[in-house]
Protein backbone atom coordinates (compact mmCIF):
# COMPACT_ATOMS: atom_id res chain seq x y z
CA UNK A 1 0.00 0.00 0.00
CA UNK A 2 3.03 2.16 0.55
CA UNK A 3 3.75 2.14 -2.91
CA UNK A 4 0.26 2.89 -4.11
CA UNK A 5 -0.02 5.89 -1.38
CA UNK A 6 3.40 7.18 -3.29
CA UNK A 7 2.25 6.54 -6.90
CA UNK A 8 -0.67 8.37 -6.33
CA UNK A 9 0.91 11.54 -4.51
CA UNK A 10 3.44 11.46 -7.66
CA UNK A 11 -0.15 11.25 -9.96
CA UNK A 12 -1.23 13.94 -7.62
CA UNK A 13 1.80 16.05 -8.54
CA UNK A 14 1.43 15.42 -11.96
CA UNK A 15 -1.95 16.82 -12.28
CA UNK A 16 -1.73 19.69 -9.72
CA UNK A 17 0.99 21.12 -10.91
CA UNK A 18 2.21 20.03 -14.93
CA UNK A 19 -0.61 18.59 -16.66
CA UNK A 20 -2.50 21.99 -15.24
CA UNK A 21 0.14 23.88 -16.31
CA UNK A 22 -0.07 22.84 -20.15
CA UNK A 23 -4.09 23.84 -20.41
CA UNK A 24 -5.64 27.66 -20.43
CA UNK A 25 -6.09 28.76 -16.91
CA UNK A 26 -9.68 27.83 -15.47
CA UNK A 27 -12.39 29.41 -13.39
CA UNK A 28 -12.77 27.12 -10.17
CA UNK A 29 -14.45 29.30 -8.94
CA UNK A 30 -17.52 28.19 -10.54
CA UNK A 31 -18.77 25.23 -9.23
CA UNK A 32 -19.63 23.86 -13.14
CA UNK A 33 -17.64 25.09 -15.81
CA UNK A 34 -14.36 24.71 -17.61
CA UNK A 35 -12.13 23.40 -14.87
CA UNK A 36 -13.66 19.89 -14.48
CA UNK A 37 -10.91 19.39 -17.18
CA UNK A 38 -8.30 18.97 -14.46
CA UNK A 39 -10.58 17.25 -12.19
CA UNK A 40 -10.82 14.66 -14.76
CA UNK A 41 -7.17 14.39 -15.31
CA UNK A 42 -7.02 13.73 -11.55
CA UNK A 43 -9.75 11.15 -12.19
CA UNK A 44 -7.53 9.39 -15.20
CA UNK A 45 -4.71 9.13 -13.71
CA UNK A 46 -6.23 7.60 -10.45
CA UNK A 47 -7.77 5.37 -12.36
CA UNK A 48 -4.71 4.34 -14.15
CA UNK A 49 -2.60 4.10 -11.51
CA UNK A 50 -5.06 1.71 -9.36
CA UNK A 51 -5.41 -0.25 -12.50
CA UNK A 52 -1.89 -0.53 -12.60
CA UNK A 53 -1.46 -1.58 -8.79
CA UNK A 54 -3.74 -4.57 -9.91
CA UNK A 55 -7.25 -3.04 -8.28
CA UNK A 56 -10.32 -4.56 -9.97
CA UNK A 57 -11.47 -1.94 -12.51
CA UNK A 58 -14.91 -1.43 -10.61
CA UNK A 59 -12.72 -0.38 -8.05
CA UNK A 60 -10.61 1.62 -9.59
CA UNK A 61 -13.55 3.91 -11.15
CA UNK A 62 -15.11 4.16 -7.57
CA UNK A 63 -12.16 5.51 -6.04
CA UNK A 64 -11.52 7.44 -9.24
CA UNK A 65 -14.60 8.90 -8.42
CA UNK A 66 -13.69 10.12 -4.95
CA UNK A 67 -10.84 11.77 -6.35
CA UNK A 68 -12.69 13.81 -8.88
CA UNK A 69 -15.34 14.93 -6.48
CA UNK A 70 -13.24 15.59 -3.32
CA UNK A 71 -10.85 17.62 -5.67
CA UNK A 72 -13.52 19.46 -7.50
CA UNK A 73 -14.67 20.71 -3.96
CA UNK A 74 -11.23 21.12 -2.54
CA UNK A 75 -10.33 23.60 -5.69
CA UNK A 76 -13.52 25.07 -5.41
CA UNK A 77 -13.38 25.86 -2.22
CA UNK A 78 -9.84 27.02 -1.78
CA UNK A 79 -10.41 29.07 -5.25
CA UNK A 80 -13.30 31.05 -3.44
CA UNK A 81 -11.83 32.00 -0.04
CA UNK A 82 -8.81 33.19 -1.99
CA UNK A 83 -11.45 35.20 -4.30
CA UNK A 84 -13.48 35.87 -1.17
CA UNK A 85 -10.38 37.75 0.94
CA UNK A 86 -8.75 39.25 -2.71
CA UNK A 87 -5.50 36.87 -1.67
CA UNK A 88 -2.72 36.63 -3.83
CA UNK A 89 1.16 35.39 -4.14
CA UNK A 90 2.56 37.98 -2.18
CA UNK A 91 -0.03 37.70 1.00
CA UNK A 92 1.07 35.09 3.34
CA UNK A 93 -2.78 34.05 3.95
CA UNK A 94 -2.85 32.76 0.27
CA UNK A 95 -0.28 30.63 1.34
CA UNK A 96 -1.13 28.88 4.14
CA UNK A 97 -4.93 28.45 2.25
CA UNK A 98 -2.57 26.82 -0.44
CA UNK A 99 -0.96 24.84 2.10
CA UNK A 100 -4.31 23.59 3.40
CA UNK A 101 -5.05 22.72 -0.23
CA UNK A 102 -2.57 20.62 -0.61
CA UNK A 103 -2.70 18.95 3.17
CA UNK A 104 -6.24 17.53 2.03
CA UNK A 105 -5.70 16.42 -1.71
CA UNK A 106 -2.91 14.01 0.30
CA UNK A 107 -5.55 13.15 2.89
CA UNK A 108 -7.79 11.84 -0.03
CA UNK A 109 -5.24 9.22 -0.98
CA UNK A 110 -4.87 8.10 2.34
CA UNK A 111 -8.78 7.80 2.68
CA UNK A 112 -8.23 5.74 -0.74
CA UNK A 113 -5.76 3.61 0.85
CA UNK A 114 -7.70 3.62 4.41
CA UNK A 115 -10.88 2.04 1.98
CA UNK A 116 -8.41 -0.41 -0.09
CA UNK A 117 -6.40 -1.73 3.42
CA UNK A 118 -9.97 -1.91 5.31
CA UNK A 119 -11.71 -3.67 2.33
CA UNK A 120 -14.98 -1.15 1.98
CA UNK A 121 -16.54 -1.55 -1.02
CA UNK A 122 -18.58 0.91 -3.29
CA UNK A 123 -21.55 -1.05 -2.38
CA UNK A 124 -21.19 -0.75 1.57
CA UNK A 125 -20.19 3.12 0.87
CA UNK A 126 -23.20 3.65 -0.92
CA UNK A 127 -25.70 1.78 0.79
CA UNK A 128 -24.28 3.84 3.73
CA UNK A 129 -24.52 6.80 2.17
CA UNK A 130 -28.02 6.66 1.70
CA UNK A 131 -29.38 5.35 4.80
CA UNK A 132 -27.75 8.87 5.63
CA UNK A 133 -29.50 11.31 3.31
CA UNK A 134 -32.97 8.80 3.54
Request: hydrophobic share 50%.
Amino acid sequence: MTNLFLALMVKHAFCDLYFQSKKPTTNKTKYIGECHSHYFDHFLATLLVCYIFLLPLEYCLFLASIDYILHWHIDFIKTNIIKLFKLNVSNIIYWLVQTFDQILHYCTYFLLIYLIQNDISPHLVYKKLLSFIF
